[in-house]
C-alpha cells in the first residue's frame, strides 16, 4: 500500500470513528424516531384496513384497552383533515388576497361557509360518499374527515387572508427591490410574515374539529347506522349507556392525546415560528420546547435537511429573480379566471338545488325562522363579548411573557381542544340546580367552544409584537393603562377582529348542540336557529332544515359586511404595522 493510500485510510477511519462517536452521543433520539415512525406506519396500515372494510355495524368496546386504538384513529382523521385545511388555506386565502375581482366572491362564500352548521350538510354528504363508496368504509371516512375540516379550516384562512392584506411595506418594498416573482414573494415575505398568526389558528383549528367529534364519529340517521371506531364515539356510547367508568377513560384518553399532541406537535412550531417575528429590538427571553432541541441534535433530520438543501428549489438565500420579472406578479390570470368560473358554475348549480328545497316550505313558516335567528344572534354577540373580557387580557399576558406561555400554553391547548359537548352534561346539570333556563344556559354552552378562538389570536398578536415597539414604551416609562391604549390593544386589533370573526361563527356552529339538548331522556330547547336545525335534523325535514340554514348564512353574512368588515378596515388602516 502506498503512502497515499495509507493516508486516505486512516482519514476514512478518522471520519467513521467521529461518526460512530457522535452517533453514541446523540444517536439514541434518532433510533426514539425511527421507532416512532415505524409506529405509525404499522397504525397507518390498520386504519387502512378500517377503510378498506365495509363494517354496517359498528361494535364499540368500553374496554380502557380499547382507548389507545380508538384514539389513534381519531387523531388520525384530525390530522388528515388539518392537512386538507393548511392546503384550502393556503390556496384559498392567497387568492382572496391577491385576485380583486374573486375577492368579492371569496370573502363572503367564506363568512357562509363558516356559518353552516356541521348539521347543516352532514346527512347529505354522508348519504352521498357512502353511496359512492358501496363496498368500503371508504365514503364514511372522507365524510368524518371533511366534517371535522369543516371545523377547522375557516379560522385559519381568515388569519392567512388577513395577514396578506397587513404585511408591511417596507418588506412589500424589499420584494420589489430584488424583483421577487409570485413564489418567491410567497416563500420569502408572505408566508413567514403570517407563519405566527397561521400557527396559532391552526392549533385552535385542531380544537374546533374535536368540538364536533361526537356527532361525526357515531352519526344516526334514522334507522342508519353510520357509526366509526373513535373516541368520540366511544363517549357517545358511554354517555347513552351511562357508563361514569368509561365517560371518565374518554376525558382521561382525550386529555393525554391533546398534551401529547402538544409537546410533540404544537409547541414546537411555536418555538420555530419565534424566528418569524417582525422586530428589531434586543434579545429577550425565547420560547422552547424540549422535544424541538432534540429534533435539533438529530442527526437523521440533520442528513435529511442536507438532503434538501442540494434541491433547486430548497436552497437557503432567497435569490434575485430576473430583470424581466421587475416584482411583479407573473403568474398567468387566465388561471384565476378559469377557476373563478368553475367556482361560480359550482354555485350556479348549488343554488339551484337549494332553491329547489327553499320552495317546498310556504312563505309564512319563514317568519318563526327570523325571529329565531334574532334570538341566536342575541346569544353570539353575547357570548362574543363575554368571551373578550378575559381571553383579551389573558392572551397579553401569555404572547408577552415567553415564560407564562411555556406554563399556559399546553393547559389552555388542552382546554380549547377538549370536546366541548362531552362536559355539556355536567354544565347543565349545573344551571338546572342553578334555576337558569336553557335561553341563558346556552350562552355558557356557546362559550365554551367559542372563547379559545379569541384567546388564541391574542396570544399570536402579542407573540408578534414588534419587541422595538415594546422597549419605546418602557423607554417612556408608559404605565400599564398607557401601554393598553396606546401600543398592546393596537397592536393585537387586527388579530383580536379575526378572533372575534371566528368566534361569532363558531357560536352561531356551536348553536345547534348549545339550544337542542338532550339531558337524561329529556330533550331542553331554547327558542333559537340551533334548535331549528338540530329538530329538523332529527326529523328528516329538508325543507326546514334548508331555510334554516340559509337564514343562519344570511344573517352571518349581513352582519360580516356591516360590522365585521368595517372593524377589519380599522384593523388595516390605523393599526397596521405597514401604515
Known amino acids: 500500500m502506498s503512502p497515499r493510500d495509507t493516508i486516505q485510510t486512516h482519514d476514512r477511519w478518522g471520519e467513521a470513528t467521529a461518526f460512530l462517536e457522535e452517533f453514541r452521543r446523540r444517536g439514541w433520539f434518532d433510533l426514539l424516531l425511527l421507532g416512532g415512525f415505524v409506529g405509525v406506519v404499522f397504525g397507518l396500515i390498520s386504519l387502512a384496513g378500517e377503510w378498506r372494510t365495509l363494517r354496517p355495524a359498528v361494535h364499540i368496546d368500553l374496554a380502557p384497552s380499547a382507548l389507545p386504538l380508538y384514539v389513534f384513529y381519531s387523531l388520525c382523521r384530525g390530522l388528515f383533515a388539518y392537512v386538507l385545511s393548511l392546503a384550502f388555506t393556503l390556496s384559498y386565502g392567497y387568492w382572496a388576497a391577491k385576485d380583486e375581482v374573486a375577492q368579492r366572491v371569496l370573502v363572503p362564500l367564506l363568512d357562509i361557509l363558516q356559518s353552516i352548521p356541521v348539521l347543516g350538510f352532514m346527512p347529505g354528504l354522508v348519504l352521498a360518499l357512502v353511496a359512492l363508496f358501496p363496498r368500503s368504509n371508504i365514503g364514511l371516512e372522507l365524510a368524518c374527515v371533511l366534517m371535522i375540516f369543516s371545523g377547522q379550516a375557516w379560522n385559519m384562512t381568515f388569519s392567512f387572508y388577513h395577514s396578506l392584506r397587513s404585511i408591511p411595506k417596507d418588506q412589500l418594498e424589499a420584494a420589489t427591490t430584488y424583483r421577487f416573482d409570485w413564489w418567491q414573494r410567497l ?312 378572533g372575534w370573526v371566528t368566534a361569532a361563527g363558531g357560536a352561531w356552529n356551536a348553536s345547534i348542540v348549545a339550544e337542542y339538548v338532550t339531558f337524561k331522556s329529556e330533550v331542553l330547547t331554547a327558542n333559537g336557529l340551533g334548535a331549528r336545525i338540530s329538530a329538523a335534523a332529527e326529523q328528516g325535514d329538508f325543507p326546514q332544515l334548508a331555510a334554516s340554514v340559509t337564514v343562519m348564512a344570511a344573517v352571518v353574512v349581513l352582519f360580516n359586511r356591516t360590522v365585521w368588515k368595517r372593524l377589519y378596515q380599522i384593523a388595516e388602516e390605523r393599526f397596521s404595522l405597514s401604515k
Do not use: C
Not at 373 to 399: D, E, F, K, Y
Not at 458 to 477: C, K, Q
Open 187 to 498: 416563500r420569502w415575505v408572505e408566508l413567514p410574515f403570517s407563519t405566527i398568526g397561521l400557527v396559532w389558528n391552526s392549533m385552535m383549528s385542531m380544537a374546533g374539529g374535536w368540538f364536533f367529534l361526537m356527532i361525526t364519529e357515531s352519526f344516526v340517521l334514522g334507522s342508519r347506522d353510520f357509526r366509526l371506531p373513535g373516541i368520540g364515539s366511544y363517549m357517545s356510547v358511554a354517555v347513552a349507556s351511562g357508563n361514569v367508568p368509561a365517560m371518565l377513560w374518554a376525558i382521561f384518553a382525550m386529555v393525554m392525546m391533546i398534551v401529547v399532541l402538544d409537546q410533540l406537535l404544537w409547541r414546537p412550531v411555536v418555538v420555530w415560528s419565534q424566528k418569524f417575528r417582525v422586530e428589531e429590538g434586543a434579545d429577550e427571553e425565547t420560547a422552547s420546547s424540549w422535544f424541538y432541541d432534540w429534533i435539533r441534535r438529530s442527526m437523521l433530520i440533520d442528513w435529511i435537511e442536507s438532503f434538501f438543501r442540494k434541491l433547486p428549489g430548497f436552497r437557503n438565500e432567497p435569490r434575485r429573480a430576473p430583470a424581466a420579472a421587475s416584482g411583479r406578479d407573473t403568474r398567468s390570470p387566465h388561471l384565476s379566471i378559469a377557476m373563478f368560473a368553475m367556482l361560480m358554475l359550482v354555485l350556479l348549480f348549488g343554488a339551484w338545488r337549494l332553491f329547489d328545497l327553499l320552495r317546498q316550505l310556504p312563505v309564512r313558516q319563514y317568519l318563526p325562522i327570523l325571529s329565531s335567528a334574532g334570538w341566536t344572534l342575541g346569544r353570539v354577540l353575547l357570548s362574543t363579548a363575554l368571551g373578550t373580557l378575559w381571553t383579551l387580557p389573558a392572551g397579553l399576558a401569555i404572547g408577552l411573557n415567553p415564560r407564562l406561555s411555556r406554563i399556559f400554553q399546553p393547559i389552555v391547548q388542552v382546554a380549547a381542544s377538549f370536546p366541548a359537548p362531552m362536559l355539556f352534561p355536567l354544565v347543565i346539570a349545573g344551571l338546572k340546580a342553578a334555576g337558569v333556563t336553557l335561553g341563558w344556559g346556552s350562552v355558557v354552552l356557546m362559550l365554551l367552544g367559542t372563547q379559545w378562538y379569541i384567546l388564541f389570536n391574542v396570544i399570536a398578536g402579542a407573540s408578534a409584537m414588534p419587541s422595538d415597539l415594546r422597549e419605546a414604551a418602557r423607554s417612556y416609562r408608559l404605565d400599564l393603562r398607557q401601554r393598553f391604549t396606546s401600543l398592546y390593544l393596537p397592536a393585537v386589533f387586527p388579530y383580536l377582529v379575526t
